[in-house]
């Protein structure tokens, strides 16, 4: 059902997380758009000023990888002024209850760490951009370290085994990660209430797992601006303010 109203919606999912023991919520773009993180696919997003830098296009060049950290680092102050917003904070508090083991997620942002929910506890299908990585030998680098080097020599810096240095993010054309893949498919099939927030359930592997949460048994609910593909097969669809719809679970 489609919740005819905000207090309609917040009521049922009440019930639904009252009636539950392990929810797994899983998250999109859409719950930090009040933390000022813009969604890159939204109309008017910045994809759709900028399309995006291909794997194989990251690793063909030079001018690209430096055109992806250019990128990057104009978007630094968006991401070190987020603070969690409602959502998160209504997730950690789901989480710190004992109600949710793990959360799965599209974004890339870190905000759910911020907000409380250990790392080894966030799910991340597309990686993370607040630190970067050796795509040869892995060692992790802090953003400022790369941005000190770039902005020093103008030009994106190799690691010390001469691998390149991306953010910890998965772009188009390269692998998903395959621990996250399979630990969001146990912690899906294992839940009894599939929380989607924020995402519009299109992009792969998103689109598999409410799908996979129901056939398991599971009740699913999705919160979510738009339409999904989904809708008709929830058993509750909240198109309010996320923030709004989100809020009144932060205190209990
Ligand atoms: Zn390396």
Same mark, same amino acid.
């Given at each position: 059902?489609?919740?005819?109203?905000?207090?309609? *919606?917040?009521?049922?999912?009440? /019930?639904?997380?009252?009636?539950?023991?392990?929810?797994?919520? #899983?998250?999109?773009?859409?719950?930090? !758009?009040?933390? $000022?993180?813009?969604?890159?696919?939204?109309?008017?997003?910045?994809?759709? @000023?900028?399309?995006?830098? %291909?794997?194989?296009?990251?690793?063909?060049?030079?001018?690209?990888?430096?055109?992806?950290?250019?990128?990057?680092?104009?978007?630094?102050?968006?991401?070190?002024?987020?603070?969690?917003?409602?959502?998160?904070?209504?997730?950690?508090?789901? +989480?710190?209850? $004992? &109600?949710?083991? *793990?959360?799965?997620?599209?974004?890339?942002?870190?905000?759910?760490?911020?907000?409380?929910?250990? %790392?080894?506890?966030?799910?991340?299908?597309?990686?993370?951009?607040?630190?970067?990585?050796?795509? /040869?030998?892995? &060692?992790? +680098?802090?953003?400022?370290?790369?941005?000190? @080097?770039?902005? =020093?020599?103008?030009?994106?810096?190799?690691?010390?085994?001469?691998?390149?240095? @991306? !953010?910890?993010?998965?772009?188009?054309?390269?692998?998903?990660?395959?621990?996250?893949?399979?630990?969001?498919?146990?912690?899906? @099939?294992?839940?009894?209430?599939?929380?989607?927030?924020?995402?519009?359930?299109?992009?792969?592997?998103?689109? =598999?797992?409410?799908?996979?949460? &129901?056939?398991? $048994?599971?009740?699913?609910?999705?919160?979510?601006?738009?339409?999904?593909?989904?809708?008709?097969?929830?058993?509750?669809?909240?198109?309010?303010?996320? $923030?709004? *719809?989100?809020?009144? #679970?932060?205190?209990?």
């Amino acid at each position: 059902m489609i919740a005819s109203d905000l207090a309609t *919606a917040v009521s049922r999912l009440r /019930d639904l997380i009252d009636d539950a023991s392990v929810i797994v919520p #899983f998250t999109g773009a859409g719950i930090s !758009t009040e933390c $000022g993180i813009p969604d890159f696919r939204s109309p008017g997003g910045l994809w759709t @000023k900028n399309q995006p830098i %291909p794997f194989d296009a990251f690793l063909a060049s030079q001018e690209m990888r430096d055109e992806a950290w250019r990128r990057r680092f104009a978007m630094e102050d968006n991401y070190v002024r987020a603070r969690p917003g409602r959502g998160h904070q209504a997730l950690a508090r789901l +989480y710190h209850a $004992g &109600k949710s083991p *793990a959360l799965i997620t599209q974004n890339i942002d870190n905000l759910h760490q911020a907000s409380g929910i250990s %790392p080894s506890d966030v799910v991340e299908l597309h990686g993370n951009t607040t630190y970067a990585v050796c795509l /040869d030998c892995a &060692k992790r +680098y802090e953003l400022s370290w790369v941005r000190e @080097k770039f902005e =020093g020599g103008q030009r994106a810096p190799d690691c010390s085994c001469g691998g390149y240095i @991306k !953010t910890a993010t998965v772009s188009f054309g390269q692998a998903m990660p395959p621990e996250a893949m399979q630990r969001a498919e146990e912690l899906t @099939k294992r839940c009894d209430l599939f929380l989607a927030v924020g995402s519009s359930l299109v992009v792969w592997p998103a689109a =598999g797992f409410p799908l996979m949460a &129901k056939r398991n $048994g599971a009740a699913l609910v999705i919160v979510n601006r738009e339409p999904t593909e989904f809708d008709e097969v929830a058993d509750l669809v909240v198109r309010n303010d996320i $923030g709004d *719809a989100l809020g009144p #679970f932060i205190a209990h």
